[in-house]
């Protein structure tokens, strides 16, 4: 049974590129969660998806976007890179999208230079 | 705002002790609360989750209790060994629709277990 999957899991890129980061959930699972983890700090909620919407978001601008497939696999992207994006990126599943267990994938390296 | 502080940053024991470490939050009304492990650079591992109405949950030697009126949560690690050295966070699921959908994190005890 294979767990949460991330790809890629390093990148490197720009400042004002745009990245998109890609997540297959645990399998029985249809809720996505994304999250950004810098350095030494502990993650930060981004959004989840749950049937293909949005449906909770946080303390992110709508440079951060995402999307969720009908298989309930998910995409992450950022555009106009920042420096200050330079973080672990982390896609999280569960069964209920708002009571499961979260369970996290290995996560995306993102550098910003 | 729920804020979750996780105390010690830091700790380094020697092989085989028993220890403790702290999570505590400032809002009581939460769902449930779940510790993870991360190794460095790599993701996050569930280790236990406490529903609100449970007082402890337990997984060979790790042992997580739950007082959820004092706002607090700790993680027993019995007969710690070197292989236990990584980052340990707390995470918090809250109530209500504008907050079940997500976990507020603390920032983690980094815990080093010496031979």
């Known amino acids: 049974d294979a767990g949460v999957t991330q790809s890629p899991t390093h990148l490197i890129k720009t400042r004002g590129q745009q990245v998109t980061l890609r997540c297959s959930p645990k399998s029985g699972h249809d809720t996505v969660s994304w999250y950004q983890q810098a350095l030494g700090q502990g993650p930060q909620f981004i959004f989840q998806y749950y049937e293909e919407e949005e449906r909770q978001r946080g303390n992110f601008p709508d440079r951060f976007s995402g999307h969720q497939f009908p298989n309930y696999s998910s995409e992450l992207n950022v555009n106009a890179l920042l420096l200050g994006d330079s973080a672990l990126y982390l896609c999280?599943?569960?069964?209920?999208?708002?009571?499961?267990?979260?369970?996290f994938g290995e996560g995306s390296r993102l550098t910003v230079l | 705002k729920q804020e979750v502080t996780q105390i010690p940053a830091a700790l380094s024991v020697p092989e085989g002790e028993n220890l403790v470490l702290n999570c505590s939050f400032t809002d009581s009304a939460i769902y449930n609360l779940q510790w993870f492990r991360q190794d460095p650079g790599k993701g996050l591992t569930s280790l236990l989750l406490?529903?609100?109405?449970?007082r402890e949950q337990t997984s060979g030697r790790l042992n997580a209790s739950l007082d959820k009126s004092s706002g607090r949560s700790t993680l027993y690690i019995a007969a710690s060994q070197p292989g236990d050295s990584a980052t340990y966070l707390c995470?918090?699921?809250?109530?209500?629709?504008?907050?079940?959908?997500?976990?507020?994190f603390g920032q983690g005890t980094t815990l080093q277990v010496k031979p």
């Open positions: 995470a918090v699921r809250g109530l209500g629709s504008s907050n079940t959908g997500k976990l507020i």
């Open positions: 999280a599943s569960s069964e209920a999208w708002d009571t499961g267990e979260l369970f």
């Open positions: 406490i529903q609100s109405s449970q």
